[in-house]
C-alpha cells in the first residue's frame, strides 16, 4: 500500500487537497472519482513498508542515482529487446538478490503501476527525483514509436557515456578541490590559533608593529571572534543567491553571464552541447519526430539560455523554417553543429551527423577540463603561497626587529 498526495476539483468547482492511501495512481484516481472529486494532481508520498512522514523526514527516502539509473535502463532494454513484457521485466529487475531497498521500494511501485494499466511513462512518473522530465519524455516517445527496446539500448549508452563524462570532470576537479580545501584549512589554523599565541607576545613588548603585522593581526582577530558569524552569514547570502535564481529572468541573465566567462563559459557550452547533440541523435534514429525531439533534449540543458535558444527554434520550425537556419540563428551553439546539422539534413543522416556533433563536443568538454585544470592548479598554489608568505613575513618581522633592537 502506498500514500498519494491529491488535489482534486469538487462538482461545486472547489479545490481540495488532501492525500488517499492505494495500490496504484490508477486505483487512487479511480478512489477519489467514486468521492465525487475529479482528480487534477496525484503523486506517491511514500509505499509502505519503507518509511512513516516523521521517519521521512528524518531520514529522507532516497532517490536513484545517475549511476543506478544507467545500470537500470540497460538490464530493461535487454529484457525488453529478448520480448519480456515491461512489466515482467521490471519485476524481474526488482527480484535481483542483494538489491538496495530504495532501488527495490521504487521498482516494486513502479512494477505495481504498470500491472495496474499505466504505461511506463506515467509509473515513473511518480519518481520525478528519480526519473527526471528527460527520461520521461524519452520513454514517452519510445512508446509512440513502439521501438521500446532500441530507444532503451540507446538511453542507456546515453546514460552511461553521460555518467562517464561527469565522472571524468569530476575526477579532474578532485586534485584542484583537496589542495584548495587544504591550504584553507592551514590558513585557518595558522590565523585563528598560531597567530594569537604570537600576538600576545607582541602586545607585551610595545613596540610598533609593521602595516602588514597590524593587517594580519587584525584579520586574525576578526576570524577567531566573528568566525561562527561570518560562516552563518555566508551560507545565508548562498541561500539568498539560490532564492534569487529561482526566478527565471535572474536565472537567464546569470547563465548569461556564466558563458561569457573566459574558458568555464566554452567549457559548461561543450557539456551541454554534447547532452544536447546526444539526445537528438539517440531520439532521431527512433524516428520521434523533430519537434518533439527538441522538446525532450531541451530538458538535458542546465543552461537557461540554451533552453531559451531550442524554444526560439521549436517556434522557427514551426513557421517552416529548416532545423540547421533556426537553430543557427540563435547564435549560442558551435559553428561545427550547426555544418553537421545541415549536412544531415542535406543527406537524411541526420542522427548520425547529430552523433558526430555529441562526440566533437565530449571531446572538446575533456580538452577544455584538461585545460582548465591546468591553469587552475597553478593559480591556486600561487594564491595560497602568497597568504602562507604574507602570514609567515608579518610573523617574521616584527621579530627580526626585536632581535636587531636587543644586539
Not at 101 to 125: D, Q, T
Not at 200 to 219: G, N, R
Not at 263 to 276: S, V
Amino acid at each position: 500500500m502506498a500514500r498519494y498526495s491529491f488535489e482534486a476539483f469538487t462538482f461545486a468547482g472547489k479545490t481540495e487537497k488532501g492525500t488517499i492511501e492505494s495500490e496504484s495512481i490508477k486505483q487512487a484516481k479511480q478512489q477519489l472519482v467514486a468521492k465525487n472529486l475529479v482528480p487534477i494532481k496525484v503523486e506517491l508520498e511514500f509505499s509502505e513498508g519503507t518509511q512513516s512522514t516523521w521517519q521521512n523526514f528524518l531520514n529522507p527516502q532516497k532517490s536513484l542515482s545517475p549511476k543506478e539509473i544507467a545500470i537500470i535502463t540497460k538490464q530493461l532494454a535487454l529484457l525488453v529487446k529478448s520480448g519480456i513484457a515491461i512489466d515482467e521485466a521490471v519485476g524481474l529487475i526488482s527480484d535481483e538478490i542483494g538489491l538496495k531497498k530504495h532501488i527495490k521500494s521504487i521498482l516494486e511501485n513502479i512494477v505495481s503501476e504498470l500491472r495496474a494499466g499505466l504505461p511506463l511513462s506515467k509509473a515513473i512518473s511518480a519518481h520525478p527525483k528519480s526519473f527526471g522530465p528527460f527520461y520521461q519524455g524519452v520513454i514517452s516517445a519510445a512508446e509512440q514509436s513502439g521501438k521500446m527496446g532500441q530507444v532503451l539500448t540507446q538511453l542507456a549508452l546515453f546514460l552511461e557515456k553521460r555518467q562517464a563524462l561527469s565522472q571524468k570532470a569530476m575526477g579532474a576537479m578532485i586534485y584542484p578541490m583537496m589542495l584548495a580545501g587544504v591550504s584553507l584549512m592551514v590558513i585557518l589554523f595558522l590565523m585563528t590559533y598560531v597567530v594569537p599565541q604570537i600576538v600576545k607576545v607582541f602586545e607585551s613588548t610595545k613596540q610598533t608593529l609593521p602595516l602588514i603585522t597590524q593587517i594580519v593581526m587584525a584579520v586574525s582577530s576578526f576570524l577567531t571572534n566573528w568566525g561562527l558569524l561570518l560562516l552563518v552569514t555566508l551560507l545565508a547570502l548562498l541561500l539568498l543567491v539560490r532564492k534569487l535564481l529561482s526566478d527565471p529572468k535572474r536565472k537567464l541573465s546569470f547563465d548569461r553571464f556564466c558563458l561569457k566567462i573566459p574558458t568555464i563559459g566554452n567549457l559548461l557550452l561543450a557539456f551541454d552541447t554534447a547532452k544536447f547533440a546526444g539526445t537528438m541523435s539517440m531520439l532521431i534514429e527512433a524516428n520521434v519526430p523533430i519537434l518533439v525531439a527538441l522538446s525532450h533534449a531541451k530538458n538535458t540543458l542546465s543552461n537557461s539560455v540554451l533552453r531559451q535558444a531550442i524554444e526560439q527554434t521549436e517556434i522557427r520550425l514551426k513557421e517552416g523554417s529548416t532545423l540547421f537556419k533556426a537553430l543557427g540563428a540563435q547564435g549560442v551553439f558551435s559553428p561545427i553543429l550547426i555544418y553537421l546539422i545541415r549536412s544531415g539534413e542535406a543527406s537524411g543522416k541526420l542522427a548520425e551527423m547529430f552523433k558526430y556533433g555529441g562526440e566533437n563536443a565530449e571531446l572538446e568538454a575533456e580538452q577544455k577540463t584538461t585545460i582548465f585544470t591546468n591553469l587552475l592548479e597553478p593559480i591556486l598554489i600561487l594564491v595560497m603561497g602568497l597568504l602562507v608568505l604574507g602570514i609567515v613575513m608579518a610573523v617574521k618581522q616584527p621579530i627580526l626587529e626585536m632581535n636587531s633592537g636587543i644586539r
